[in-house]
C-alpha cells in the first residue's frame, strides 16, 4: 500500500502475479485441478512465504470473462440458458445454449486436465445479426449477487501477508470476449454503431457493480481487465478514447472517489496508449512487457509515466520457465535497476503471467527463487 501511495519503501515489493495471487486449493483431488500436483507445493509455499500477496478476489466470485451468465437467478437461466457439461478423454466440455424467442446462441468451452485455461472453442457471437439477437437479452439476467462479506473474509485470511485486489472486467472484455478474436478486432473497426449498444448493455451491471464495492469496500486496490483488446496490432489507438476511456473511465473514477486505486491490466503493445491511461486516472499498470513481447522498455516508462504509474511488471513468463538461472538474474537485476532508477511513484516485481501446466521444474523453482533473492525480501 505504502507503494501505490506514493511512498519510500525498505525494498520493492515482489509478487508472484496469480501463484498467490488466485485462490487456489492444492488439496481438492479433482482432476482437472493442476495445483495438487506435487511439484506445485514447493512454488506455492515460496509464494506464501516470502512474497507480497495480492490476492485478486471477484466481488461475484467468479473469474472467467463469460462467467456473468453464471450470476443470473435460477429462474432466469431456466428461461434463457441451458448448459450441458460433459467429459470425453483429458477434457471437460460445456456448451451454453441462450434461447431469445424462437432463435439461439450458442457457445463451447474446453479444459484440458493438465492445462488452467479454458478455451473458447466456439464463441457466442459470430455475426452482427447475433449481436443485435443478445441485446435483446433482459437486463434482468445479468444482475449478480454481489458478496462484500467474501472480500472482506479473504482480506481478513490474508492478514499482514498481502492486500486484496478487487478484480473485474471492463465493458470492452466482456463484449471482446464473446466473439473470437479475429471476429472482435473486425467488428470493432466496421461496426462502431452496433458495438456501442453492447458496451452499454455490459457497462450498466459492470457500474453497478463497481458503484458497490467501491462504496462498501473503499481504499483498496482493483485490476481492471480488458483494454488490451484495443491495443497494437489488433486495433489503432485512435479506438482507445472510443471504447476504453469512454467506458472504463467511469468505473476508474467510482473506484478513485471512494479513495481506491486503480491498476489497468493490459499485455502486449502499450506504448501508443499509455498517456490514454494516464488522463483516465489510473494509479498503476501491469505487466509492462519489453520487446518482442510489448513494445516499450521499463526504463523508458518510468522516465515518462513513473510519477504517475506504479509500475507492475515486467519479468517475462517466458524467461522463468526457460532462461538458464544465471541469465535470468541479470535480467531481474536490470529490471529491478530500471524499475526503481530516478523519480518514480513505485515498482513492483512481477512475472507477465504464470504457468499453466501441471509440473513445475527445478529450473522455474530456482527462477522464481531470485526473485526473492535479488528484491532481498
Same mark, same amino acid.
Request: hydrophobic residues 35%; proline residues 8%; aromatic residues 12%.
Given at each position: 500500500m505504502a507503494t501505490l501511495r506514493g511512498e519510500t519503501v525498505d525494498r520493492p515489493a515482489v509478487s508472484f502475479y496469480e501463484i498467490g495471487g488466485f485462490p487456489v486449493n492444492p488439496g481438492d483431488p479433482d482432476? =482437472? *485441478?493442476? !495445483? *495438487?500436483s506435487a511439484s506445485w507445493?514447493?512454488?506455492l509455499k515460496l509464494a506464501g512465504d516470502h512474497t507480497d500477496i495480492i490476492r485478486m478476489v471477484s466481488p461475484v466470485r467468479a473469474q472467467s470473462?463469460?462467467?456473468w451468465a453464471d450470476r443470473a437467478g435460477p429462474e432466469a437461466r431456466r428461461q434463457f440458458i441451458e448448459e450441458k457439461v460433459w467429459e470425453q478423454g483429458n477434457s471437460r466440455f460445456t456448451r451454453l445454449a441462450y434461447r431469445i424467442g424462437n432463435r439461439e446462441l450458442t457457445t463451447l468451452t474446453r479444459r484440458d486436465r493438465d492445462v488452467d485455461t479454458v478455451w473458447?472453442? $466456439?464463441?457466442l457471437l459470430k455475426s452482427r445479426e447475433e449481436v443485435k439477437l443478445f441485446l435483446e437479452l433482459p437486463d434482468e439476467l445479468f444482475e449478480e449477487d454481489i458478496n462484500i462479506q467474501y472480500l472482506e473474509d479473504q482480506e481478513k485470511a490474508l492478514g499482514d501477508s498481502g492486500i486484496v485486489m478487487v &478484480?473485474? +472486467? &471492463?465493458?470492452?472484455? /466482456?463484449?471482446?470476449s464473446? =466473439?473470437?478474436? +479475429? /471476429? =472482435?478486432?473486425?467488428?470493432a473497426m466496421t461496426e462502431n454503431k452496433l458495438l456501442h449498444p453492447l458496451l452499454e448493455k455490459h457497462s450498466r451491471y459492470l457500474y453497478r457493480r463497481t458503484e458497490k464495492v467501491a462504496r462498501d469496500f473503499p481504499g483498496r486496490l482493483w485490476r481492471i481487465y480488458g483494454p488490451e483488446y484495443v491495443t497494437e496490432p489488433f486495433l489503432p489507438p485512435s479506438l482507445f478514447d472510443e471504447y476504453v476511456v469512454a467506458y472504463t473511465g467511469p468505473m476508474v473514477r467510482q473506484i478513485k472517489a471512494s479513495g481506491g486505486f486503480v491498476r489497468i491490466h493490459s499485455h502486449g503493445r502499450i506504448k501508443n496508449v499509455l498517456g490514454h491511461i494516464v488522463r483516465m486516472g489510473a494509479d498503476a499498470i501491469d505487466p509492462v512487457e519489453p520487446p518482442p513481447h510489448g513494445d516499450v522498455f521499463l526504463k523508458d516508462v518510468r522516465r515518462e509515466y513513473g510519477k504517475e504509474l506504479v509500475l507492475f511488471g515486467n519479468v517475462e513468463i517466458t524467461d522463468i520457465e526457460n532462461m538458464p538461472s544465471d541469465s535470468f538474474r541479470k535480467v531481474v537485476r536490470q529490471t529491478l535497476k530500471d524499475g526503481t532508477s530516478g523519480e518514480g511513484r513505485g515498482f513492483v516485481l512481477m512475472p507477465s503471467a504464470?504457468? !499453466? @501446466?501441471? *509440473?513445475?521444474? $527445478?529450473l522455474i523453482l530456482g527462477n522464481y527463487k531470485i526473485?526473492? $533473492? +535479488?528484491? @532481498? +525480501?
Open positions: 482432476k =482437472f *485441478n493442476i !495445483y *495438487n507445493r514447493p512454488l470473462h463469460l462467467s473458447i472453442i $466456439e464463441p &478484480d473485474t +472486467e &471492463d465493458p470492452v472484455c /466482456a463484449s471482446a464473446l =466473439f473470437s478474436l +479475429e /471476429a =472482435f478486432t473486425l467488428f504464470s504457468p !499453466y @501446466g501441471r *509440473n513445475i521444474t $527445478e526473485m526473492i $533473492e +535479488e528484491t @532481498g +525480501e
